[in-house]
């Protein structure tokens, strides 16, 4: 899978040691990018191109790329808050099943930590704000996976082909 990480790749190289961690060994491809809101488009077209090789349909996509958005969205706003850092996005492509990886050195954070279905009968003025993007993000894939390894976090989406869709 031939995936261009354009005008990041110049700044930022997948060659850095922390991009590299055991867990890829199985990695289709790799993008290293800034942690900043101009690098997002990178993930999507990223995401897009890996759903493209992995012949995901058009729903299965969809959901990857609608998970992918928010996760980098997150560790970016939430995560380095403005602060100067990166994120390594790896990829592959298995028999049944797709799936991306995010690797960051921002503050150690499980997105699944206090995630509760929101109260959509409760008019959007008295909703709490935050914690849809990533309920809606963690449940738009078949498998979502968290770790902190070597104080990184690493957090996995997973569609399995032809689950849900339809």
Not at 22 to 37: F, K, Q
Not at 120 to 128: H, V
Request: with cysteine.
């Amino acid at each position: 899978m031939a995936i261009d990480s354009g005008a990041a790749s110049a700044k930022h190289t997948a060659e850095q040691e922390w991009c590299d961690m055991p867990l890829a060994a199985r990695t289709a491809a790799r993008l290293r990018i800034p942690a900043d809101l101009e690098s997002l488009d990178l993930v999507a077209g990223f995401v897009l191109e890996l759903g493209r090789s992995g012949r995901l349909s058009d729903s299965e996509t969809y959901r990857l790329r609608l998970a992918a958005d928010e996760l980098a969205t997150n560790i970016v706003m939430h995560g380095y808050r403005g602060a100067s850092g990166d994120i390594c996005v790896e990829a592959g492509i298995a028999p049944d099943r797709v799936w991306v990886r995010f690797v960051d050195d921002a503050p150690a954070f499980d997105p699944r930590g206090g995630m509760k279905s929101p109260d959509l009968e409760m008019p959007l003025a008295r909703r709490a704000v935050g914690g849809l993007g990533v309920f809606l993000a963690l449940t738009a894939v078949d498998r979502f996976d968290y770790e902190l390894v070597a104080g990184r976090n690493v957090s996995t989406l997973t569609i399995r082909r032809g689950h849900h869709d339809g």
